[in-house]
């Protein structure tokens, strides 16, 4: 077989393989497959027998490999990647436009200004629906020189790819913003490239936490502000979230609700100017009519009363946003034990919580006995949450507890059918609390005649503890190092 062969017959493989591999993993986004090809391209070349220069191998590899999986999506998967006409994927000059794109992903900048610069298609005509366009793949890249070069001939800045999210006009752009380029979101805006302006993009520069491009791109909304319900209602939820007070000043002006009612899972302004500290954007909020509950406006009449700025709070453990909150009328009358159950078992999953706790209890705004109507079931309550700070070995927060009434009694616990405080903390590998436990006054008791007898019996006590569980956004450690996940993985190039 000679060499011709037998790259046509390992392309042949590869293409195949490409295909296989991405139909089975739908979640793969483009850049991904982009990032496969090269990859395969490289052990190609390597395992390449001719005495040539490596970037000519791989600019061969990668157009033969790129003209062949057009025509098997063709034939294999039809459903999947169907061709239209006005489509360069299905042109004869393909091979042409996907090693474009594929070198673009795999940042050859060089390579690819030197093939714009030489060939006689027209770049600005490359488009795949798999890959995108070039100024796509130069933006996602970060690639800003070749942006420009891009633009300057004619690229469309509203073109992108056809999958997933980004069937949205305006791609590139969003992009951008998503990447945090400043300088691209810029140069894409300029008036003489016509880019179509999407309100999404504000929507991303509001959730990655970007100030600037934010106040940029208000600054360029087509309609009025007060007009546009989305982003009113998503702005004033991020920036309270990130401390954006001079936004979300100018979005309460133009009529973002400071106070609406959380959709089920969702915090509200309040609750995430609270529990991030941001206080003076807090007081901004409270002014302009939001309920210090966090749910609900004092202009349109509160709901019932909710715990979810209490919740906010006692995550982050911050008494100045908590002090913030009971100045504008934060009050404890209508919560009940299951409420504070709910609230305080909060600083067993957050040691920064507890600080919090103890002013509850010394200033006299919360007695353990008295959460609710019955004195009963409040004890049974302060318990529960004793015995969840012994399974994450809050010392201080048992120690706090206590102090302030909570019984160690073990015919208490096995009354209300729980575990004792020292089985807790044995069951869960907290030795040292255990001890401190004795001295507290509590007892040693048979694991084996409590609930967790079937578990200490199989194996699975003694265990670790359980990892702590909190809806979104309130993270215990979030607040510490405010930052978003990147909505995407860099495309590493060879």
């Known amino acids: 077989m000679s060499d011709s062969d037998a790259s046509d017959s390992r392309c042949e493989f590869v293409a195949t393989l490409v295909l296989v591999i991405h139909h089975a993993g739908h979640s ?10 090269v990859h395969l391209v490289k052990l190609l070349v390597e395992s390449d027998q ?49 090693t474009l794109l594929a070198l673009i992903y795999a940042g050859r900048i060089s390579v690819v200004s030197s093939m714009i610069q030489d060939s006689s298609v027209e770049v600005t005509a490359v488009y795949s629906e798999l890959l ?53 979101v810029r140069l894409i805006m300029e008036p003489k490239y016509r880019c179509h302006f999407a309100e999404r993009s504000i929507l991303f520069a509001f959730a990655t936490n970007q ?25 004033i939820f991020q920036a309270a979230r990130y401390g954006m007070t001079e936004i979300a000043e100018l979005l309460l002006d133009n009529g973002a609700p400071p106070g609406s009612v959380r959709p089920p899972g969702r915090s509200s302004p309040v609750d995430n100017a609270a529990w991030a500290g941001h206080e003076s954007l807090l007081r901004l909020l409270l002014d302009r009519g939001a309920s210090p509950y966090g ?12 715990i979810s700025s209490m919740c906010a709070v006692m995550w982050s453990g911050n008494i100045g946003t908590f002090q913030i909150l009971l100045d504008a009328g934060l009050s404890f009358e209508s ?35 008295k959460m609710g109507p019955d004195p009963t079931q409040s004890m049974v309550a302060a318990c529960r949450v004793l015995l969840s700070a012994c399974e994450h070995g809050r010392v201080d927060l048992v120690k706090v507890l206590v102090k302030h009434g909570v ?36 007892t040693e008791y048979d694991p084996l005649r409590t609930s967790y007898r079937d578990k200490f019996l199989s194996g699975d006590f003694p265990c670790d503890p359980r990892p702590v569980l909190c809806a979104m956004p309130f993270s215990p450690t979030e607040h510490k190092t405010p930052a978003v996940k990147k909505l995407r993985k860099e495309f590493v190039s060879l």
């Not at 749910?295 to 909710?306: A, F, L």
């Open 28 to 37: 793969w986004i483009h850049n991904t497959f982009a990032g496969l090809l």
């Open 50 to 98: 001719r005495k040539t220069n490596t970037s000519q191998l791989e600019y061969e590899y990668m157009k033969m490999l790129c003209y062949r999986i057009p025509v098997l999506c063709a034939s294999s998967f039809s459903e999947l990647w169907k061709p239209r006409s006005d489509d360069i994927l299905w042109a004869p000059n393909a091979q042409y436009g996907h």
């Open 132 to 184: 995108g366009t070039p100024l796509y793949a130069a933006v996602q890249g970060g690639h800003r020189d070749l942006a420009f070069e891009l633009l300057e001939r004619g690229a469309d800045p509203d073109k992108s790819t056809a999958w997933a999210y980004l069937r949205q006009r305006s791609a590139p752009l969003c992009t951008a913003v998503m990447n945090k380029d400043e300088y691209l």
């Open 211 to 235: 100030p600037k491009i934010t106040s940029f791109l208000l600054e360029r909304l087509r309609r009025p502000l007060s007009r546009a319900r989305r982003v009113l209602g998503f702005g």
């Open 295 to 306: 749910c609900g406006s004092i202009e349109q009449g509160d709901p019932t009363p909710s």
């Open 335 to 369: 919560f009940t034990s299951d409420d504070w159950l709910h609230i305080l078992q909060i600083a067993a999953y957050s040691s920064e919580s507890i600080p919090l706790v103890r002013t509850l209890l010394e200033d006299g705004l919360l007695s353990l006995t």
């Open 407 to 442: 019984t160690l009694d073990t015919t208490f616990y096995l009354e209300h059918n729980l575990s004792t405080p020292w089985v807790e903390a044995t069951a869960y590998r907290q030795n040292g609390l255990a001890s401190i436990l004795l001295e507290l006054g509590a």
